[in-house]
């Protein structure tokens, strides 16, 4: 039973327990004390002060325990570095039989120890990984506030840039807007003073710029290539600035003298158009007005693919607006006959694409002029 309960001492509390005589004699049944303190097993009584060197010089306070006058000394935490260190307590205690012994105890404290060890450790480690955790949730945040920082400065660098981009738009708008109104205005200009000098020729222009582009949309032609016609149709004529009025509101037959020197136009429209930087060849357009697919135009006699399409557009425009609009000196032959005029040379003189176009957008109504006087 005594045995059992020595096992259980030790299995569940690494305790090792003995007697101590007056004599300071101790003796210890257990011989896995003896293992535990790297000493020989010592059957019977040995001499205390041997066994337990760390208890020399306190003969007097065991002598206490043993007769009774104290319940119980304690020596703790003693360090002993035999075969292996080992940690123990040492507890002398009263024995209730009076018998002139005291109960000694040693409480292994190894394990515990360094079981303690180990946690110190894992705790120190732990901290210093606190430590390092909250270092680096710092430096995350002194990063996040970067990044903020910086977010919001590349807001604000955006707001500023499609502001000035908006602001720079408005004026590219602007100017592209008042380049235009010039630009119309330049042609305009040249147009009115043609026709402010010549009464023939009042409203011709504008007319027939007005039909050519009326073909050209019907043609299908893009948007840029209608406003390219409409500028030609305007100044086609600007050359008989140079033809003296009388001629071109001769009433009858020109002489082959005067009607040589209306001949000229083209070439003179050419060489006041050519030096301005139009987005379409305007000035070519105006050489070539005169020019017929068999080659019997004026001033270059140009054939079939010679003569571009916005040009042959522009002459069909030409020859039924001089035909067909009565002037204050000379009664046409009316819109029929100019109708017929280009379908009887349709393929011949004329593109016949156009002039089958330009018949059918005046027999359904879907173009006309607005009325001249
Ligand atoms: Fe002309
Ligand atoms: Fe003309």
Redesign the pocket.
Known sequence: MKDDVGRLLLDRFRIYHGLVDRDLRVRFRNPAFFAYIGRDPVKGWTDLLDLFPEVVGLEKEIGLVIEGTRSDYSVVSVNRDSSEEIFFNLYFIRNSNADGTCLIVVRDLTKELLYRQVLQQNKNEIEILQHRLIEKNEDLDMTNRALIKSRDEMEELNRSLEKKVHERTRQLEESTMLSQRLFMQTVKSLMYALEQRDAY?SG??QR?SNLACAIARELGLDDFTLEGVMVAGNL??IGKIYVPSEFLTKPGKLSDEEFSVIRTHPRVGFEILKDIEFPWPVASYVLQ?HELLDGSGYPYGLEGDEISFETRILTVA?VV??MATSRPYQTSPGLDYALDEIRRYSGIKYDSKVVETCIRLFKTGAFSWAPLY
Do not use: P, R
Request: hydrophobic share 20%; charged share 30%.
């Open positions: 020729t011709h222009q027939v086609h004529d007005h030409d607006e001089a």
